[in-house]
């Protein structure tokens, strides 16, 4: 079936550092990639979001790449900062379909 | 203010003693699912719904059910609750079909079933 694979688990930088996760996904009819950030305790909000027609988005310190001939994209958070941590979870899903895939989620520490 | 409200946030129970989650959207959207969080396994999709009366299973539904009688709400029923059911749940909801847009969440319900 569909599968979203992330990595790493966890992650652990200092702030100002730069951060990448990275997603593989096998349904080749997915075309739209989201990603959520999950503070401890609070429910998961997105972030930024990417359509296959589109190779990068940026918002800020926030960015995500897509590749869509490997099947993989990936988040790109620079100049980290504290409040970067929690659990981050891509996604991936096709426009018009009814299921939404997430991977297992990376849980981002940012030591000050 | 849109809102995704479920209830209970958290509750205990125990083996078989039947129990719904509540949730409710006041955004008139079409879509709503339920999802369960477990460490290292993320976010699995246990049902959803595009409109009232229409639901199908996720990727996770056994020994849950839903309804969708009204397009504001979307409960989901834990007929005879098992300890493998101990997670963290949430309700999402997007105005049309997924990959449209954004997954709006609840605020989570926690679980435990002793």
């Known amino acids: 079936g569909e599968n979203v694979e992330q990595h790493p688990s966890t992650l652990s930088v200092q702030e100002g550092d730069s951060a990448v996760i990275k997603c593989t996904y096998s349904?080749?009819?997915?075309?739209?990639f989201p990603w959520y950030k999950q503070e401890l305790g609070k429910r998961p909000q997105l972030i930024i979001d990417?359509?296959?027609?589109?190779g990068e988005k940026k918002d800020q310190r926030i960015a995500v790449t897509l590749n869509k001939t490997a099947k993989h994209f990936s988040l790109h958070i620079t100049e980290t900062q504290p409040e970067d941590s929690a659990v981050y979870f891509c996604?991936?899903?096709?426009?018009?379909?009814?299921?939404?895939?997430f991977g297992a989620g990376t849980r981002l520490f940012v030591k000050a | 203010e849109a809102q995704v409200t479920q209830n209970p946030r958290y509750l205990i129970t125990v083996t078989g003693k039947k129990l719904t989650v509540t949730c409710s959207q006041n955004m008139n959207h079409e879509y709503m699912s339920w999802y369960r969080q477990d460490p290292g396994l993320g976010l699995r999709q246990i049902y959803y719904?595009?409109?009232?009366?229409?639901?199908d299973k996720g990727d996770v539904p056994e020994g849950y059910k839903v309804s969708r009688k009204e397009k504001r709400n979307f409960p989901l029923i834990l007929e005879s609750p098992s300890p493998n059911q101990t997670s963290l749940y949430f309700c999402a909801t997007t105005p049309g079909a997924v990959g449209t847009g954004e997954l709006f969440f609840g605020e989570g319900s926690r679980l435990t079933v002793l």
């Open positions: 719904s595009m409109n009232v009366e229409v639901t």
């Open positions: 990417i359509r296959s027609n589109v």
């Open positions: 996604a991936a899903s096709e426009t018009g379909g009814f299921k939404t895939i």
């Open positions: 349904d080749s009819a997915s075309n739209y």
